[in-house]
T-cell receptor, first 108, second 115 residues
């Protein structure tokens, strides 16, 4: 069954609004990776988090890894139309699983 | 320019036919992976290989076969036993041999449909 759950499945926002996607696991993860897939494209690696409570930033994107290493989030501040795509988390707990993704649509 | 090349971009399969999807990488990565992506779903692992001449089944290996005779190449055959092959197939590679320990680099994918 699905080892890494991701919510929400879809998110529609107005340009300039913030966006957050959440990733949850029932087991402790050794790491969490985030990928972005543009429409019609392939997943592109964004970042990897390894430490408990880790927070990393890439411009308007903020990535967090929970203290218990069972959840993670990706927050985008002031979305732009270039942020459109599906964001996947992927976590390793013995095996490596991708979440089902959150599809972000940004209305100009 | 280093990367992963998948071919063809689009592929059509007739009933009862085996088809092979090509994946080549020049990143000198040890590990290679095949994923299947269905609309609105995440990536499901079909097969992975951590070293030449060795590969492991993923979560949905039934109806698929692979080979890893060269470090650069990891072709996937979709056999006639796979009754629902229509999907987007993605090949990926990573350095290191622990699945998920390093970032994965993806090819552009192959869209397979049934005629």
């Amino acid at each position: 069954g699905q080892q890494v759950m991701q919510i929400p499945q879809y998110q529609h926002v107005q340009e300039g609004e913030d966006f957050t996607t959440y990733c949850n696991s029932s087991t402790t993860l050794s790491n969490i990776q985030w990928y972005k897939q543009r429409p019609g494209g392939h997943p592109v690696f964004l970042i990897q988090l390894v430490k408990s409570g880790e927070v990393k930033k890439q411009k308007r994107l903020t990535f967090q890894f929970g203290e218990a290493k069972k959840n993670s989030s990706l927050h985008i501040t002031a979305t732009q139309t270039t942020d459109v795509g599906t964001y996947f988390c992927a976590g390793r707990s013995g095996k490596f699983y991708f979440g089902s993704g959150t599809k972000l649509n940004v209305k100009p | 320019d280093g990367g992963i090349t998948q071919s063809p971009k689009y592929l059509f399969r007739k009933e009862g036919q085996n088809v092979t999807l090509s994946c080549e990488q020049n990143l000198n990565h040890d590990a290679m992976y095949w994923y299947r992506q269905d609309p609105g779903q995440g990536l499901r692992l079909i097969y992975y290989s951590q070293i030449v001449n060795d590969f492991q089944k993923g979560d949905i290996a039934e109806g698929y076969s692979v080979s890893r005779e060269k470090k650069e190449s990891f072709p996937l055959t979709v056999t006639s036993a796979q009754k629902n092959p229509t999907a987007f197939y993605l090949c990926a590679s990573s350095s290191g041999t622990g699945q998920g320990s390093q970032p994965q680099h993806f090819g552009d994918g192959t869209r397979l449909s049934i005629l």
